[in-house]
């Protein structure tokens, strides 16, 4: 078992914005502090930086800049080489990466450095072909992106991260973190991986994937003939609904309905439907302490046998995980569901405290 040396390549040039900072924390709180009573000796940490300066010659104006002894030659010859995430304009905008970076990226893995991305980070690892037919993630925002940018890429959007051997990367915010513990686990075995995780007070396997937090709602379209037929589908959503009774509702046929559904949600009618449910018992799930069996007959996912099925199946995580990771909360206002009980009403105890709302990222879960 060995720790070796981890380079974390730090984009210069575009300075580090405060929101990506999150990602650069975490290699350096897993990496950067020696743990002698764990191992010794602990990992070699170094921050690589670019070295870009703007088009003007001027310093980065933008986010914050660090200074490093280290530059992109010292990737080359580390035993592990991570890149946190990439500038926004890069993912956004499909602004080229530095070319020294994708040169020094390439160099470093035929070295044989152990290559890992989190969050958009990934973005730079498929740049420099590296993830040429291989699986991989990114957030789950993002994922659509790195898919059409690079299509050898076989990209998977369901998982937190993915240990592909030599190439491993992560989905963003947390997930870096559960991949970076996986790091440990691998070099130094799971007694140090377990013991470091409750030093950070944070567990050392999350179950599931990051599938549990992406967003199941409609993407906006601006077909606005078919809102008032969704709304009526989120309204009965506890009531057996078919594709034929959609059509029938929007007065157009099932063939016609199947069409202008997938153009503007991406989904068939069966899925959105089935996206609809899963997301009701999720907010059900988040907001209630209703029974299982009771979410599940809202959500209109049946028996609750029926219910934990497709919910295992889409969301990675059985019901009660779910419920356990998102702990009930009381937002504004409770979903308008018949019957549900309003929060602590017959539970013998005082409605939780409101929720604070959940920070985005340009990279998650």
Known sequence: MNAGSVAVVVPEGFGVPSWDLYELSIPCTVFGKAQPDLADPWYDLRLCSTGELQQDGSPPGAGLSLSTPYGLDDLVGADTVIVPSVPDPCVDEGRPLPPALITALRRAYEGGARMVSLCTGAFALAEAGLLDGRRATAHWMHTAQLAERFPKVRVDDSVLYVDDGDVLTSAGLTAGLDLCLHLVRRDLGAHVANQLARRMVVPAHRPGGQAQFVDLSVPTTDDGSLAPVLDWAR???????????????AAMSPRTLHRRLRAATGATPLQWLLNQRLARAQSLLESTDLPIEKVGELSGLGTA???RHHFLRQIGVSPGSYRRA???AVPASLPSVPGSRPP???????PAAPRRPPRTSAAGA
């Not at 609904?241 to 509702?249: F, M």
């Not at 602590?344 to 005082?350: C, D, K, N, Q, V």
């Open 305 to 307: 046998n029926n219910f």
């Open 235 to 249: 309204a009965h959503l506890d009531q057996p609904l078919t594709v034929e009774d959609l059509a029938r509702r």
């Open 326 to 328: 998102f702990p009930r």
């Open 344 to 350: 602590g009403e017959g539970s013998g105890r005082p």
